[in-house]
């Protein structure tokens, strides 16, 4: 059986990342299967763990990073994030397709230790729609969301390093063309593995 292939996929705080992930994830023609993630962060109102991430204390966190138990970790917005190695590994192995939501320091590591991982990066159509985005969710306050929009500034300059840039204008638009990009990939993946594996 052929390896799995690992999706990576980034894009500032407001860009629509987590519900494209969620749509990628419920669809089950994608066969794909979320990492989850450990974080240091305080849980949010609706999520699970064990499910959204594994909540950790920082000693825990630092303890597992220095034993090589992270693929990759980063902080972000003062809290501690980091990627099971062990786990995306196994699902890799395993045959099974890979999804990480994780932000772009983690990713352009996660493209150095893997480098045929596909790499995805959400934009926005506009900075006003992603200010308006990041109003409308009521999360932040006004100051945070300048920082979320100066932190998106830096964001942005990683996305030439990624493999494809996807703007989310019409959710269902960007998750179709994502969804395209993720069958051509395992189309062209498996016919070189047949390459590879025919006498010649
Ligand atoms: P949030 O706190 O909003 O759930 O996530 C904050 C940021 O951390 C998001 O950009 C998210 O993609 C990123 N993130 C989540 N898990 C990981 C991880 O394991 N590693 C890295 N580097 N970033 C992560």
Redesign the pocket.
């Known amino acids: 059986m052929s390896n799995g292939i690992l999706f990576v996929m ?1 894009g500032p ?1 407001g860009t629509g ?2 519900t494209i992930c969620e749509k990628l994830l419920d669809n089950k023609a994608n066969d794909l299967f979320l990492s989850v ?3 240091t ?1 305080e849980k949010r109102k609706g999520e699970t763990d064990g499910v959204t ?1 594994n909540y950790t204390t920082e000693e825990n966190f630092k303890k597992m990073a220095e034993n090589g138990e992270m693929l ?3 902080v ?2 003062g ?1 501690y ?3 099971p190695k062990k786990t995306v590994e196994d699902m890799l192995l395993s045959g099974k397709n890979v999804l ?4 772009p ?3 352009l590591k996660v493209k150095d230790a893997f480098p045929e991982a596909v790499l995805m990066f959400i934009v926005p159509p506009t900075m006003k729609e992603l200010r308006k985005r990041l109003s409308e969710r009521g999360r932040e306050t006004e100051e945070q969301i300048e920082r979320r929009l100066d932190a998106a500034k830096w964001e942005f300059e990683q996305s030439p390093r990624y493999n494809y840039i996807f703007v989310n204008d019409s959710l269902e638009e960007c998750v179709a063309e994502i969804e395209k990009t993720i069958r051509e990939t395992a189309k062209s993946r498996s016919l070189v593995d047949r390459l590879l594996n025919e006498k010649y």
């Open positions: 980034s705080s990342k987590g993630s450990s974080t962060r991430y990759e970790y980063a972000y917005s809290n994030y980091g990627t990480l939501e994780i932000e320091q983690g990713a």
